[in-house]
Nanobody, 123 residues
Framework: EVQLVESGGGLVQAGASLRLSCAAS????????IGWFRQAPGKEREGVSC????????YYADSVKGRFTISSDNAKNTVYLQMNTLKPEDTAVYYC????????????????WGQGTQVTVSS
């Protein structure tokens, strides 16, 4: 069974940093991409970043480029999302998912999802 578990969310002030973790199990880590998505109330699920287990390439949404960094620890089957200079508009539930990276980081390319972790950025 594919399992994805997010952690690391919380309530922080604008300008602060958080590191989210996505612990994966039940599949061959190097054969999949792990994407980070977020969803705020009333908005569609938005692709944030993606890490390809095939070749280590990374992708970022324009809204987070330069502030967020995705990385992996393959030995731990874990993907991280380092979020710096957080803004109130980053407030959302953040999900990780297993699938395939494309430049648009669209949710339709991902079939297995974690439960999400709440990130709230106050102003």
């Amino acid at each position: 069974e594919v399992q994805l578990v997010e952690s690391g969310g919380g309530l922080v002030q604008a300008g602060a940093s958080l590191r989210l973790s996505c612990a994966a199990s039940g599949f061959t880590f190097n054969d999949y991409a792990i994407g980070w998505f977020r969803q705020a109330p009333g908005k569609e699920r938005e692709g944030v970043s993606c890490f390809s287990g095939y070749d280590g390439t990374t992708y970022y949404a324009d809204s987070v480029k330069g502030r967020f960094t995705i990385s992996s620890d393959n030995a731990k089957n874990t993907v991280y999302l380092q979020m710096n200079t957080l803004k109130p508009e980053d407030t959302a539930v953040y999900y990780c998912a297993a699938g395939a990276c494309v430049s648009s980081i669209h949710y339709s390319h991902f079939g297995s999802w974690g439960q999400g972790t709440q990130v709230t950025v106050s102003s």
